[in-house]
């Protein structure tokens, strides 16, 4: 699972769960791969992107040196920056660890590289 | 990635292994390599809906429509699959082509419209379950899902007799759906123990325009 992917996963689907994100992110096993910097792909990924889930996902693969904790104004014509968000969305693959429903507690785990958001029916 | 020629993609999609037990009520049937070659090769093409796009894939299965969407030059796609034998040769599928930018979330589509994956795509790309007996009207359910997670373009395959049907929902929901070309396939020859008796059905390509939404 990229961090990308992490930045839109909430658990609001389970009855009684008013926001449900960000979801608490562990990492047991991850894995760092290369891919392409498309400058305009993340401009336009900007205004989807909920800067505090993304600061708290910097801290838990310890990049806050690379990530302020606010957004920063004009970030789209900072390239570095740019790079380094890509690097943090799309380059860091977590393949073993859990995402924790904020208000109730309850337990997605992340087995092989992919989140299993999966509900019973008693819970939704 | 550079933009691959129609073959070359089909070549590769010949590659994709399909469902090692298909489950029926799943409707587990893999979209056949030409055909699924040929959509997003034309989805490109024509509408420049792929190339560097963020792309979902609803009901993805083994990832024939993820993993060919890459190929074409998509930049990202996320597949949701509910079944966690298909996310599994989902994810060998995509380990072994080596592709870095496909990934699967396992969830139930029709919750996701809820969820923050909603306008979150340009371009949503599906073969449905058609809806049988037990879940009739499925892909339909599936569309309108479609419709609220794309903000640009949703593709999809459906039955040609629920043309008319499809095209009067489309409108309600707020996109422009427009029959890109009739297919005949053979859903039956899919499944190995199924083989008497089985003839083609026949399907439409569709392209709905979300743009106004
Ligand atoms: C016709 S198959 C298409 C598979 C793949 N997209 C392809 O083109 O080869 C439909 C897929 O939808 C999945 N599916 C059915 N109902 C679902 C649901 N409610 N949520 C997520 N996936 C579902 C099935 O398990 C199956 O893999």
Known sequence: MKLSTYNFLTSMAIKGVKVGYPLKLTINKKE???????????????????????????????????????QPENIAENEQLMQKLHHLLFEIDVLDGQLECPETGRVFPITDGIPNMLLNEDEV | MARLKLKKIEEYLQCVDGFVKPKILLEQYPTPPH????????????????????????????????????????????????????????????????????????????????????????????????????????????????????????YSLHKTSTRTYIQRKCQEWGARGKVLAELRYNIDACYKFHKRQSKDIEVDFWRFDVSDN
């Not at chain 2, 599928?93 to 139930?108: F, G, P, Y």
């Open chain 1, 32 to 70: 760092v791969v290369e891919t392409e910097f498309n400058a305009t792909f993340v401009e336009r990924l900007l205004p989807k992107l909920d800067w505090s889930a993304i600061y708290s996902a910097a801290q838990v693969v310890e990049l806050t040196d690379d990530i302020p904790a606010v």
């Open chain 2, 35 to 154: 055909i699924a070659a040929c959509m997003l090769h034309h989805m490109q093409s024509q509408y420049e809906d792929l190339e560097g796009r963020f792309v979902c894939d609803l009901g993805c299965g083994c990832g024939m429509l993820s993993i060919g969407a890459v190929l074409v030059g998509a930049h990202f796609t996320v597949g949701f699959e509910v079944d966690g034998d298909a996310v599994d040769v989902y994810r060998t599928n995509v380990q072994e082509m080596e592709l870095a930018n496909v990934e699967c979330v396992r969830a139930d589509v029709l919750q996701l419209p809820q969820t923050k994956w909603a306008k979150a795509f340009d371009t949503v790309v599906m073969n449905p379950p058609f809806g049988t007996k037990h879940n009739a009207g499925m892909d339909m359910r599936f569309l309108e899902v479609g419709v609220k997670l794309a903000t640009t373009a949703v």
